[in-house]
């Protein structure tokens, strides 16, 4: 499980980009065209192998109308999903 | 033996080859797509050359029905012998405009180099803000309509259906952005005799064989993802599929498109086909 202290690099390839505040990515190995919402495509612009999950949620938590625990259990689980499928990994 | 020069959506390749009948079939083939431009890249077709097997071919990406396999970061093309042998076949280099394809003894040339040229112009097109689509096209007064979708999606029909215009396409074409502008252009495959022409694009159709006639306008992002899933790709290459994505979402800011969901007679293509 990922922790709040970790940070998260997205998979450099998987090119991306921000289309009307969501995101377009094309996994390279399969050819698969995912589309991110808006809260996951900042999320995912957010994961730079720097910030920390911590400060992803710090991030999300200020551009959205939710409660905190809410964004962080969200975050979490969008991460970790994308950890399964390495479109990203912990350094 | 004097080089060859094709063009192809803008992307200029000079040939040169020492096998004069091997030219010619090539200049037969592509008649309507010879060129006097300045070439993009050089594509050599190099006979009497030693050749090895690819020790680790393995990781390579496969494309084509003719198991043809480019290995990352090498820029090798191979033909599969076998389950475990590759025979290297050519390579590309991007940065230093040249592709070299070799003749080997026993092979039959024609359809590799089709393929391995078709590569070459889908590698050069995307750094040059282009793409190659599945899709049929029209051109009509001047203005160019693209029908996009994957196989049995109706391109050939939808296209055969628009009255008073020249089907420039019936299963593949290219999009490119050129000064600001974006234009379809026919490609040589795919099509039977294809012509070699081009046409500012006025309306893009995203298809869908229907009973009944249904047309709206895609979203942006929608419009982004079907011209992705439609997008012929097969590369290793992270550069080009970034171009790529970066090029569609280009096209689609700025050309009209639309979900068009449509019977199989009708006549309802002049409207269609009107501003």
């Known amino acids: 499980m990922v922790a709040m202290d970790n940070t998260v690099q997205r998979n450099e390839r998987m090119p991306w980009r921000i289309i009307e505040d969501e995101a377009i990515l094309v996994n390279i190995d399969n050819e698969i065209v995912i589309h991110l919402n808006e809260v996951a495509a900042v999320i995912w612009s957010t994961m730079d192998g720097k910030r920390t999950v911590r400060e992803i949620v710090d991030t999300v938590h200020g551009m959205f109308k939710a409660d905190r625990p809410t964004i962080e259990k969200d975050v979490v689980r969008f991460i970790e999903e994308l950890l399964e499928k390495d479109a990203a990994t912990v350094p | ?275």
């Open chain 2, 1 to 275: 033996m004097k080089p060859s020069k094709i063009e192809i959506a803008g992307v200029c390749a000079k040939i040169v080859c020492q096998e004069k009948e091997f030219v010619l079939g090539i200049e037969e083939q592509y008649r309507d797509f010879q060129s006097t431009a300045e070439e993009d890249f050089v594509f050599y077709v190099d006979s009497e050359v030693q050749t090895s097997l690819v020790p680790d071919a393995s990781e390579g990406v496969g494309y084509g029905e003719q198991n043809i396999v480019l290995i990352p970061g090498k820029w090798k093309y191979s033909i599969v012998l076998d389950e475990d042998r590759h025979m290297e076949l050519g390579s590309i280099d991007i940065m230093g405009a040249k592709v070299h394809l070799h003749l080997l003894p026993g092979l039959e040339i024609g359809s590799y180099f089709e393929l391995v040229f078709m590569y070459a112009i889908r590698h050069f097109l995307s750094y040059q803000g282009g793409l190659l689509l599945h899709a049929s096209g029209v051109i009509r007064e001047g203005r160019g309509f693209v029908f996009c979708g994957p196989d049995e999606s109706g391109k050939s029909t939808i296209a055969k259906m628009a009255p008073a215009s020249l089907v420039a396409a019936d299963d593949s074409l290219a999009l490119r952005v050129a000064n600001g502008s974006c234009w379809l252009y026919t490609v040589p495959w795919g099509s039977r005799d294809s012509k070699n022409v081009s046409a500012p694009i006025a309306k893009v159709f995203f298809i869908h064989k229907a009973r009944e006639l249904e047309v709206r306008e895609t979203a942006l992002i929608e419009a982004v993802k079907q011209f992705l899933a439609n997008t012929f790709f097969h590369t290793p290459d992270e550069l080009i599929y970034a171009r790529t994505l970066e090029t569609v979402q280009y096209i689609a800011e700025r050309v009209s498109c639309y979900e068009l969901y449509f019977p199989p007679t009708g006549d309802y293509m002049d409207a269609l086909l009107s501003s």
